[in-house]
């Protein structure tokens, strides 16, 4: 999958989600088991409904995930 360019990602964030999405809160809770649902190749999107779509919109919220997954994936935890 391509990572969207910066042009993409501000357009994105103007627009808002296309879908309903959780809050910061409930990211941040809800969090580490996304992430273990995306490495073990569940749908992690249909097991937590709403957080994809403020991972999307959130910038602090997606720096975590991504640094969460990095961090999973260097340690060979897919």
């Known amino acids: 999958m391509t990572q969207p ?3 993409e990602r501000l357009v994105a964030r103007l ?4 879908a309903p999405e959780v809050s910061c809160e409930t990211c941040f809770a809800e969090l580490d088991r996304y992430v273990e649902l995306e490495l073990a190749g569940a749908d992690a999107d249909a097991a937590l409904p709403g957080l994809a ?5 959130c910038p602090a919220c997606h720096e975590e ?8 994936r260097e340690q060979g935890l897919e």
């Not at 627009?15 to 296309?18: C, E, F, H, Q």
């Not at 779509?53 to 919109?57: E, I, K, P, R, Y």
């Not at 995930?65 to 999973?72: C, F």
């Open 15 to 18: 627009l808002g989600p296309a």
């Open 65 to 72: 995930h991504e640094s969460l997954l990095a961090l999973l």
């Open 53 to 57: 779509a403020h991972l999307q919109g």
């Open 5 to 7: 360019t910066s042009t």
